[in-house]
């Protein structure tokens, strides 16, 4: 996403420290699930993380488009963002699965499965953002070297 910017103000750096806070917390989470063994409110509050990484790289990402202006090429590169709204609703789901479905571990196995549907979503790489990476690059001979690899 970074490839794309080309000016970095404040509100970009404060969102992404926010982005950097989020991810850092599931080292945390994962470990507090899986010492659990994967007990209700651990597998709640990971999928809390979850959510707040999701909205932390939303946020991060729509401060840039508009500091980029009407012709910003992340917001080319996003488009409609379906990926990233699906994931939300995904995890969403998962976290109302672990809260409402009390009955015995279902709702943290069925919380899980969400979780990992959103994963293997992902696990395709994301290949909006690179294509038009390269795209400006051939085109913008102001790119530094290394920015469009």
Not at 51 to 75: D, F, N
Not at 115 to 124: E, S, T
Request: aromatic fraction near 8%.
């Amino acid at each position: 996403m970074f490839h794309l910017v080309h000016r970095i103000r404040g509100g970009v750096l404060w969102a992404n420290l926010g982005l950097l806070f989020c991810l850092s917390l599931f080292p945390f989470t994962t470990g507090w699930v899986e010492e659990s063994r994967f007990a209700q409110t651990p597998v709640i509050v990971y999928g809390l993380n979850l959510l707040a990484a999701g909205l932390a790289y939303v946020v991060l990402q729509t401060i840039i488009i508009r500091q980029q202006g009407p012709g910003s090429p992340l917001r080319e590169a996003v488009g409609s963002d379906a990926k990233g709204k699906v994931s939300a609703l995904v995890n969403l789901t998962g976290v109302l699965c672990a809260l409402l479905i009390g009955h015995g571990r279902l709702g943290a196995i069925l919380a899980m499965v969400c979780y990992g549907a959103v994963v293997v979503l992902w696990v395709v790489p994301d290949r909006r953002i690179d294509r038009v990476v390269r795209s400006h690059s051939s085109a913008s001979p102001d790119i530094g070297p290394g920015l469009a690899e």
